[in-house]
């Protein structure tokens, strides 16, 4: 079956880097779009990016634009979020999710990331 | 940026009541518009595609409906698992999500 699993959460210190994976299986990765989307606790998801096929084309949400990178290794069927600069407002569960079409599903089941000194 | 703006924030029903819930966009996205219901601890999971398409596995007793800027989100039965939060997402223009809608089970 389709599954994605997040990896690489944890705690760091603000104005740390962390870099977020995300590993693919029951489908063939390079196919299909795949996002990072993240939730701060008790808020609503926010789309933070997503990455074509072969890496082409990327695009961001203003909020993280210029401060994480997003790439995807498909012969490891595997994607990848580094995030720098990270501040206190980044703290939120990370999630990856397929593109499929113009929608997004499956999700993993998230990895925390908590930004405090 | 396109801005999706959901109501209610929260509602309470009954099991059996019918269930709508309002998702309206900043501007016009067509039908960019998916359903996604979350339950505590887990991933958003989807339930609606292209604003009215029904994802394979649900229920057909949610059903999505509407084009442009206005959309809706209906229950046609509330059962006791459809308790969580709802969001709408629109993929018109990168990709933006509501605020959400908690239902709680009466």
């Known amino acids: 079956q389709v599954q994605l699993v997040e990896s690489g959460g944890g705690l760091v210190k603000p104005g740390g880097s962390l870099r977020l994976s995300c590993a693919a299986s029951?489908?063939?990765?390079?196919?299909?779009?795949m996002s990072w989307i993240r939730q701060a606790p008790g808020k609503g998801p926010e789309w933070l990016s997503y990455?074509?096929?072969?890496?082409?084309?990327?695009k961001y949400a203003d909020s993280v634009k210029g401060r994480f990178t997003i790439s995807r290794d498909n012969a490891k069927n595997s994607l990848y979020l580094q995030m720098n600069s990270l501040r206190a407002e980044d703290t939120a569960v990370y999630y990856c999710?397929?593109?499929?079409?113009?929608?997004?599903?499956?999700w993993g089941q998230g990895t925390l990331v908590t930004v405090s000194s | 940026d396109i801005q999706m703006t959901q109501s209610p924030s929260s509602l309470s029903a009954s099991v059996g009541d019918r269930v709508t819930i309002t998702c309206r966009a900043s501007?016009?996205?067509?039908?960019?518009l998916n359903w996604y219901h979350q339950k505590p601890g887990k991933a958003p999971k989807l339930l609606i595609y292209?604003?009215?398409s029904l994802q394979s596995g649900v229920p057909s007793r949610f059903s999505g409906s509407g084009s442009g800027t206005d959309f809706t989100l209906s229950i046609s039965s509330l059962q006791r698992e459809d308790f969580g939060t709802y969001y709408c997402?629109?993929?018109?223009?990168?990709?933006?999500f509501g605020q959400g809608t908690k239902v709680e089970i009466k």
């Open positions: 999710a397929r593109e499929v079409s113009t929608w997004l599903d499956p």
């Open positions: 029951g489908f063939t990765f390079s196919d299909f779009y």
């Open positions: 990455i074509s096929t072969s890496s082409t084309y990327t």
């Open positions: 501007q016009s996205i067509s039908n960019y």
């Open positions: 292209a604003a009215s």
């Open positions: 997402q629109q993929s018109y223009s990168a990709r933006t």
